[in-house]
């Protein structure tokens, strides 16, 4: 895990800052809003056509070979956008990140996989979580420090340029350090699902999830504009409390969960969560909204590394890139539908409403899996009656 600690650590620099600022980086260069539109879909687009393939690709080549892959698209990635000066330089930078995220996060968690066990899963991908939130709140602090204080004329030039060279760190960390783990086990143990029909129920309870998760993810930045505050200084306050937390407690909460079991602890985070989320529309005061904001992230991260730890569990170790690759197709599905559903709620029906029909979705879901746990117990429980019998 630690091979790989370096490399994450780097390639995630830029991130959190894109995540957050891309529309106003788009807009900045002549972006309307039917474009940005057009910028986040060709992401998901793309990411729905190549994820099986990676996760094949993988189980044959090797994780390490994606990694480098991903990590050079998203070097790349930097380049055009240093030298934006229109929506095509941006429209071919997001078609090579969602490339470069399909290659190097299907190989990561496929890596993780690969070294670790029942017993440490979900410690490793806590410990994965970790890495990711440290070089994102370097590079956001990079970022916004630029921004804010008017060094150059030109500050997303800058910004990216010092990404461009972060990320070719990685790169060369990928290169020198990263091992390839394809041939590591060479026992495999079983998962849950059995058949091609209980995979499609699986993979489509992903695909809700993803959904359902993504609701609000093109509308947060548009809610607090209008309900807590219009100040871009102030909104990214609102988030420096849940990173910092972000920087050591995934690795902890991965490692409860190896302990007490993940899909408790994914049953009991999901409706935290719900509740959680019904609870927004009434918080509209700054502070008030960050407390809150801080709760749910800490609940995200609580059950996180439990539900990347549940998908081998389910699947089985066999094929595990081509799972992980599943996995990521139906949640790219998930996420593509959700864009576009709470987008359409938040115009048309309330920004209010997007939040309370994901609290109640979540609380579905989350019967939904306690219903499918529940019943798996049994299933052991009857299992093991009929070998004490024989």
Known sequence: MQELRK???FISFPLSFIGFIFPIYASSIGANVIQIGYLYSIFSIISIMIRPMVGSLIDKKGRRIG???????YTIVNIFFILAKDFKYLLIG????????????????????????ETNRGKNFGLLNQFMAKG???????????????????PFK????????????SVYYTIKKVPETINLKKEYKAGNIKDKKQLKYFLGIIGVISL????TAPIYLLYLQEHITNDLSLITFLFIPASILALFLPKRFGSLSDKYGREKIVIAGMFINAILQVLIPFNKGYYSFMVLYTLISTIVMFYSPAFSSLIIDFVGEDKRGRSYGLYSFASGIG????????????????????????GALLVVM?????????????????????????
């Open 94 to 117: 997001r078609i090579i990140q969602s490339l470069g995220a399909s290659f190097l996060w299907i190989s990561v968690d496929t890596f993780i996989s690969d070294i670790s066990n």
């Open 158 to 169: 800058l910004i990216f340029t010092i990404f461009l060279i972060t990320s070719s760190i």
């Open 335 to 358: 996420g593509a539908i959700g864009y576009i559903a709470g987008s359409y709620i938040y115009e048309n029906i309330g920004s209010d409403m997007v939040f309370y029909t994901k």
């Open 7 to 9: 490399t994450i650590y």
């Open 366 to 390: 989350t019967l939904v899996i306690w219903y499918l746990y529940i019943k798996n117990i049994r299933v052991k429980t009857e299992i093991e009656i009929t070998r004490t019998m024989r």
């Open 136 to 154: 994102e709140w370097v590079g956001s602090i990079i970022g916004f420090t630029i921004l804010y204080n008017n060094f150059t004329d030109n």
């Open 212 to 215: 359902i998760i993504s609701l």
């Open 67 to 73: 990694i480098l892959i991903g990590t050079i698209f």
